[in-house]
């Protein structure tokens, strides 16, 4: 038998250090997402499916209307880029009317 050196990893201890520290800071609060067409809108109007947030934040959750919608090209949303801005890219665009917001992370 070999005498392994290293210590064990206590998960508990890394579990418990801020999300800053691991590399992920969930911000506090719901962003709701701008339309580039009317930036003073959070709602869908039924044609936009690109909505913004404001720049050092790229989306970790998005929600319409409160309920929670699956990423990936081929589900609901997917993230777009442009220079320093994140985005959402909808598959379909919400409703006239949708509350379209986002659980956002700092870059």
Known sequence: MTDVASPAINLRKELQTPRQ??????LPTVQPLRDPSDPASTDGDGTA?????PAGMKPFHVLIDGLR????????WWEIRDQFLCGVKFAVAPGVDAAVDCDPVEV
């Not at 520290?21 to 969930?26: A, E, M, P």
């Open 69 to 76: 919608q699956r990423e990936g090209e081929s589900e609901a």
């Open 21 to 26: 520290k691991r590399g992920v800071l969930l």
């Open 49 to 53: 499916t690109e909505f913004w947030l």
